[in-house]
């Protein structure tokens, strides 16, 4: 639609005509720019123009016709309507609440292709013989009929069957001369239907698609990154030059890339970018901070919420009242993990009561538990017995503000039309009571979340000069300048698959989407074709490479366009718009003060394995933490395992000390078997262990006890040595720093010399200790710095305690001849040999990373880059993606600039 049609459609508003659009986008669009040309005019007021979208028209229309009682269903109603005939049917696929609403909006989807597509098949003798699924389906439907004749129901999907029908009964009985005659705008294709419905009306024509752009490009793009980059800053560039130009850009997959489009747009159109761009398309309701966090404050009142769902809840600010109450949540959060009392669920009782015993009444989180636990008490109440679903809606907004929801904060103004949105939903889930039937409070809230997902939610249009759509979304818009992005062979056409509900040749003899691939070409044909005569300047663009696979050119656009270009360099290279971060080379330093510092070795070894790392974890307190599990965490696991080692290795009476005890023993087994039982009953927490089934307690007991005891069988071969202590406690000065240190275990060898022993269930080798930046230093830092003066040193080594994977690996001074009798030459041990050259180095670096530490250093700068960050879990912290993908940025341009040269 071109600027021709543009003007057609504006002179047939003028003249007072009615236009109907292919979508309610197209509408606010023809909308827009009626009224943009009323202001160009001059004008201050003017008529409202008649445009509806073809929805809204054939619901008008045949509510003007008709003095019908029956209920239109909205989509929440009708598919409670499915999927309760599916379940009648009594299908394996449809005994669990969640396939079997996704079965009923299959079947909504069947109906829907076949009352636009084909309505004949809407008469059961007319499926009589269908097989298999669509047999299935087609019971259902004749229920479906049976069901809405009975409880006098009405699909929306069969609205423009019934008009067809009111239409040609009004042109028989001459009783309707007057329809005004209909200009058509933005359809792509129209279906069997719709053209019926038109014919029966009367007189209609499609506005005309206008001229085909002048300017047509296709360009290709190193990946899809580079792609969108160019886009954004090609658009960046258009309004720089003329902030009052319209662009349109046309993107598959917009709902799963938003977030990146997003980016790209924001990174190049600056501080204001936001206000200069806009989806077509919402996004559903259960995915905006909310409406989410009001549904996930219901669920609380009743059920679990996931650990990782109430912190989100807890992070929104719009679970309490204000900023106070929200920071002693989240601090009551920190300090349950701190006290190790995470949960993989969270009910409010549970929240609660850890709260009660620590929170005075007049303190925000004693507000905050009073509040909370009156509302529950309130739904506990009314949820004795089932209500409709009316009286939960009605109930809802009760509770919401008994729980202060949505917090006292100033809201925004898209805020409020989610609130509004969320209102909307929360009706239409309790309009589900339209047959009176009672349900309880957790199918309700089912269903709530259910219309959440399925409503979507766009702040309202403030007409952005870049509008972004999918390529059906964006029939009816029209722009200065189109951007296609993705115009791959694989995704355009796009291609899909055959409904599952519906015989396949019915689809292809209906042409139904997908049927056949020629369908999906004339689709995508005629797409392209309106969208090159939507703007005098239409670019396609694909990518080369995507996700590291490569990918051609779409046929489909190599004939409108010809064979793709390189991107323009200006397009790669040149910076955007003012960036929305700027960074900042940030050289300054400040000094930790000398003196005792809590962390023990973990601080250098972390200074080593990230200066920034040692700096957010010993001076700002920032921890990662672990999400709780439904069993034991790997920590959990390695803490019971260390303290089973340590009882047995804890000398008479109960444990042992030497290689002569270890060997005199009788039953290994037995030994450890009581060390284990004893670990677990005073070690484990009672409220893991009374989350936790006993039979799963014993299985971990029983995987324990084989371990040790094989690990006891591994030391018994072991030339003779003597336990001088385990778990052992050692202050070190370090630079002016002093580090309380825990060893383990130190062992005497047969020469006198120590062993200092390091237990790990993990994958751990001694190349930890490589310099010149060491990922682990608390052996080299215990060997070098805790030992006695007279305690010469025999070694270093992990205890490796892994099933099928027992042994020692690290430096010992002459392995076969203090550690394990027969040491082959080529065993990593033999060939790794502790020198006292090493020592030195140790010592000095340990002595360098200890003086960074204090001087303050702390670059982001980790030592195994991604590795290192994979285990640490500060990301959101150091910024080390965005850092990354900043630098990267820079280093391509500086290539790409260099090759120009
Ligand atoms: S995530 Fe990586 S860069 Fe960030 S602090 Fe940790 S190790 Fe350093």
Known sequence: MGASAGAEIDAWLRRGGLVVTASERAARGIVSAFDRARLAEGLKAWNTPGIQDWNSFVRAAWRERTLDERLLLNTTQEQALWAGIAAADGRLATLLEGPRYRLAALAMEAHELLCGHAPRFLRAAARSGWQNDAAAFSSWLSAFDEACRRQNLLSPARLQI?????????????????????????????LPAQRAVLDAWGEWQEAGRGETAATIRFYEARDDQAELA??????????????????????????????????????????KGSQRFEFSLGIPLNR???????????????????EHELDWLLSTGHAAVNARETAALQAHMRALRSRGQEQPSWTLQTFTQTLAGRSQDNSPAGAWLERMTGVQFRLNEFARRPQTPLEWAELIPQLLQEAAWPGERRMSSSEFQAVRRWQQALETAGSLGFDGHRISWKDFLSTLGRTLEETLFAPESHDAPIQIAGPAESAGLTADAVWFLGATEDAWPANGATHPLLPPEVQREARMPHATPQFDWDLAQSISARLLSSAPEVQFSY??????????PSRL???HAGSAQLMPTELIAAPGADPLTVSVEDFSRIPFPPGRISGGAGVLTAQSQCPFKAFAQARLGARSWEPARTGLTPAQRGQLLHDVLHAVWAGPPEGLRSHADLVALHDKRDLVGSHVRRVFAAKLRPALRARMPQRYLELEQGRLIRLVTEWLEFEAARVPFEVLKTEAEHRVELAGLTFDLRLDRLDRLNDGSALVIDYKSGDVSPKSWELPRPADVQLPLYAGFALEDDQGLGGLVFAKLRAGDLGFTGCVGDPSATLI?????FSSLAKNALTAEKLMDWRDCIDRLACDFLAGRAEVDPRDYPNTCEQCGLQTLCRIEENRAATEGEEADEDSEGGDE
């Open 288 to 306: 905006v901070a909310l409406p989410r966090t009001a549904h996930l404050l219901l669920r609380w009142l009743a059920g679990p919420l996931a």
């Open 543 to 552: 990518a080369h490479q995507i996700e590291g696979v490569e990918s051609r």
């Open 162 to 190: 019934e008009l067809l029908q009111q239409l040609q009964e009004g042109s028989a009985s001459e009783g309707e001369v007057d329809r005004p005659p209909l200009l058509l705008a933005g359809f792509d294709r129209l």
């Open 557 to 559: 656009i190599v004939q």
């Open 821 to 825: 009798p027969g040491l082959k030459s």
């Open 230 to 271: 160019a886009c954004a800053r090609w658009c960046g560039r258009r309004l720089a030059a003329n902030p009052r130009t319209r662009i349109l850009v046309v993107t598959q997959d917009v709902a799963t890339r938003r977030g990146q489009i997003e980016r790209a747009f924001l990174n190049q159109l600056g501080a």
